[in-house]
């Protein structure tokens, strides 16, 4: 079980997450949802620890995630991999290379850089493209792949870190709507075959229903919804988006945070980890 409490981290005077308590059983699908600059993507980062906590804890299967350093933190990172919208893959190398960088948490960044992977970890990295329907673009270099082909290979990255949490931060947000399925249908998929517990953002707020088990909503930092698709109403849903008028005011809200335009410092945020 992955549990928060009170977990808080401001940025100056912005409260990006605000006194958050939520637990998440193993082995669910869990939407996160809300405006933009609600505070989900801060919310996901502090979980895999890209940013440190002001306040709160962070516990998985009874260890303090919050207190780990080193070799250990650099294990919980590689334990719940983490997904970003722009995919984060080295666009000129090719797809299999890409998805080995996935080991860089296991085997130490020397040995990553001179590309010394085992026979098990190739294989352990077929086998994830293999899963992905993306066996025959192996050996093709990823800036050439779609969107969508660049993202489920992200995912197979993921895979190759044996992870037991997966933290997706806007997956689908630059895709068409065509690969966003495939996508979303990925993380399903794993999700359920090996039982790795998913985190995800989302903006459309159909494609929470569809695949989440669990929503949960932000609004200002904090959570104010917590619970399965059928309990998203729209007054629960105008509460989230912060909406007090009629339901076309709810809707023009949701569409355009979907449409939210790449933010800058995407890049800077992300960490090779
Ligand atoms: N590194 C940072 N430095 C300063 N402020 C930050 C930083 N990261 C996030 N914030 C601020 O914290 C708040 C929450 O941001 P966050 O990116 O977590 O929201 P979000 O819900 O993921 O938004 P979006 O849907 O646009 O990605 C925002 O006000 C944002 O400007």
New binding site residues.
Partial sequence: MLALYSLKRT??S?N?VDDVTVTVDEGQMVGII??????????LRLINRLVEPSNGKIMFGGEDVTRLKGRELRLWRASCAMIFQQFNLVERMDVLTNVLLGRVAHQGLFSTIARRFSDEETAMAVQALHRLDLLPQAMQKAGTLSGGQQQRVAIAKALVQRPQVMLAD?PIASLDPANATRVMEALRRINKEDGITVLV?L?TLDTARTYCDRIIG?RA?RVVFEGTPDQLTRERLKSIYDVEGSDLELDESVTS?AL?PQ?ADEYR?VSLA
């Fill in positions: 940025f100056g912005v990006a809300g405006r933009s600059g609600a505070g989900k993507s801060t919310l806007e953002n903006h932000m930092g945070t939210r933010r945020r």
